[in-house]
């Protein structure tokens, strides 16, 4: 079974940019969870998708946005990029009443 | 209310020695405690989880600890291994398929 796929890999910006992050949940899995693991804050929740719908999204700015595709495929959207943005973006996907499984994340940085 | 606080922030254990990470949340609403296992340039895996009604959980060389009154639980790695140093997450969340909120992690190197 193939698990969470992210892409890119690694992505390089500058300020005031945008960037688009891709995520494939395991198949079978429609939900999708978004998290941010910067240098010395941790893994925090982005954004939660579940059959197409945002279900919940955390404690950031709305230039941060996603979606969720019919084939429960996501994309997030960061804009107007800052310094600060520049962490380690992982993907999780899961069903329900399952973990989450997460993807090996695309690496964001920002000069 | 939110928030999982995780100690030690990096541990040094020898090899065969037995590793303990401690971890203590607030909001009694949470209702599924999972640990990952985070390795350089890979993603976090789910290592092992209990569930507040249960006080202790063994797979293998990992065992959770779960104190339920005190709001608190642990991971022990018995007989560690080189192969274990990574970064150890707790995190907690209302359900098995819910947001999860990780605690700062543990960076845990056996020495060989």
């Known amino acids: 079974e193939a698990g969470v796929t992210q892409s890119p890999t690694h992505l390089i910006k500058t300020r005031g940019q945008q960037a688009t992050l891709r995520c494939s949940p395991i198949s079978g899995h429609t939900s999708v969870y978004w998290y941010q693991q910067a240098l010395g804050l941790g893994l925090q929740f982005l954004l939660w998708?579940?059959?197409?719908?945002?279900?919940n999204r955390g404690n950031f700015p709305p230039r941060f946005s996603g979606r969720q595709f019919p084939n429960y495929s996501s994309e997030l959207n960061v804009n107007a990029l800052e310094l600060e943005d520049s962490a380690l973006y992982l993907c999780?996907?899961?069903?329900?009443?399952?973990?989450?499984?997460f993807g090996d994340g695309t690496r964001l940085s920002i000069l | 209310q939110q928030q999982v606080k995780q100690s030690p922030q990096s541990l040094i254990v020898q090899k065969g020695g037995i590793s303990i990470i401690n971890c203590a949340y607030e909001n009694t609403a949470f209702d599924y405690f999972p640990w990952y296992q985070q390795f350089p340039g890979k993603g976090p895996a789910l290592l092992i989880a209990?569930?507040?009604?249960?006080s202790e959980k063994k797979e293998g060389r990992f065992t959770i600890s779960f104190n339920k009154s005190a709001k608190q639980f642990s991971l022990h790695i018995m007989d560690s291994q080189p192969g274990d140093s990574a970064t150890y997450f707790c995190a907690a969340s209302f359900s098995r398929d819910d947001k999860i909120i990780f605690g700062k992690g543990t960076r845990l190197h056996i020495l060989p």
């Open positions: 998708y579940d059959e197409g719908e945002e279900r």
């Open positions: 999780a996907s899961t069903t329900s009443n399952q973990p989450q499984h």
């Open positions: 209990i569930r507040p009604d249960v």
